[in-house]
């Protein structure tokens, strides 16, 4: 059975399905899918400036055909460590395709280096946003834009960091995510550096080591507010 709805800012969501057309489940199409190396897959990563030591420590693969086409899979776990959704993207699209698509019940996060475990807490959207701050050595966990019920309980007594996108369906989900949080020590907005409109363009358009020393000073700003 479906959840209920989510939403994007105001508007609210359907539900994602919990099966591929085929009738595959998320655990189903992730055992097929195949290690990056070598594949599409990791030419699609490095042209977004992810290396492939990092894609792969993150756990992300390569399925040729995930819905009809290929892409690249993220697996999203929940709080006990279960595979609770699978999201793909799509390495070509058609401008009557979606870039993006997610199955699966919901309430899970794509973590990287240690994801929600580490602090600070660091909650970012995307896939390749959470990529993009690995590949800088920073962990954090992604939402891909839905709401995970149990962040807020986790973030108690620690920094969080909202590193959402910079749009306005972002700062409406730090906003929700924020007055939920109200045990947390501290948080905090943390946007993408200058006027980038997300982790992964910041990446492209900066070196890693710029954007690792943008985030380190930040923090401590934002750690002595």
Same mark, same amino acid.
């Given at each position: ?19 591929l ?8 199409v ?20 992810i ?8 756990? $992300?693969?390569?399925? /040729?055909?995930y =819905?009809?086409?290929?892409? &690249?899979?993220? *697996? ?5 460590? #279960? ?15 979606n ?48 709401? $995970?019920?149990?962040? /807020?309980?986790? =973030?108690?007594?620690?920094? &969080?960091?909202? *590193? ?5 369906? #972002? ?38 080591a ?16």
């Amino acid at each position: 059975m479906q959840g209920p709805l989510d939403t994007i800012g105001s508007m609210p969501r359907a539900p994602d399905s919990l099966l591929l057309p085929t009738g595959e489940s998320p655990t189903e199409v992730f055992a097929r899918a195949l290690p990056l190396a070598g594949t599409a897959g990791e030419a699609y990563v490095q042209r977004r400036h992810i290396p492939l030591a990092v894609a792969h420590q993150a756990g $992300v693969r390569y399925c /040729p055909d995930y =819905a009809g086409r290929p892409a &690249v899979l993220a *697996a999203l776990y929940d709080r006990q460590g #279960a595979l609770a959704s699978l999201h793909g993207r799509y390495l070509e699209v058609t401008r009557d395709q979606n870039k993006m698509l997610t199955i699966g019940p919901g309430g899970g996060t794509f973590n990287v280096l240690g994801g929600w475990l580490r602090d600070p807490l660091i909650v970012v959207e995307g896939v390749f946003d959470a990529l993009s701050l690995a590949a800088c050595g920073w962990p954090c966990c992604g939402t891909i834009g839905r709401w $995970v019920p149990w962040l /807020p309980s986790i =973030a108690e007594a620690r920094n &969080v960091w909202l *590193a959402f996108d910079n749009a306005r369906s #972002a700062d409406t989900e730090a906003v929700r995510y924020s007055r939920q949080m109200s045990t947390a020590t501290r948080v905090a907005r943390l946007r993408p550096p200058g006027h980038s409109k997300d982790w992964n363009t910041a990446l492209v358009k900066r070196r890693p080591a710029a954007i690792q020393y943008w985030l380190e000073q930040h923090c401590k700003q934002l750690e002595t507010k």
